[in-house]
């Protein structure tokens, strides 16, 4: 089993910036790749961002691109998301996601956090 803990989410005018964190706990966290999703309101929930387990690889979604950067620190267990020129359509509530699939077809792992709020305000 893999606990993950999501913070940093919050209201921000359009074009700011947040940093979203999520801490680890359970299995070795360097094992696993891990990734970001968001699900707005009446949405499905999509793929955000990914980082292979050593951190030298990083997938995003085309919408995301150039604004947000995924990172990770092994030796405290957690994964980031800087979240920069923010938009009204990032609004979503983001869950932190480890054993992601980063290849063709990206597919979430089955280890979920409770997920974070994000309002962007235009």
């Known amino acids: 089993q893999v606990q993950l803990v999501e913070s940093g989410g919050g209201l921000v005018q359009a074009g700011g910036s947040l940093r979203l964190s999520c801490v680890a706990s359970?299995?070795?966290?360097?094992?696993?790749?891990m990734g970001w999703f968001r699900q707005a309101p009446g949405e499905a929930r999509e793929f955000v961002a990914g980082i292979t387990w050593s951190g030298l690889g990083t997938v995003y979604a085309d919408s995301v691109k150039g604004r947000f950067t995924i990172s990770r620190d092994n030796a405290k267990n957690t994964v980031f998301l800087q979240m920069n020129r923010l938009k009204p359509e990032d609004t979503a509530v983001y869950y932190c996601?480890?054993?992601?699939?980063?290849?063709?077809?990206?597919?979430?792992?089955?280890?979920w956090g409770q997920g974070t709020q994000v309002t962007v305000s235009a």
């Open positions: 996601n480890a054993g992601v699939n980063l290849g063709t077809a990206t597919r979430a792992g089955v280890y």
């Open positions: 359970g299995r070795t966290f360097s094992n696993y790749n």
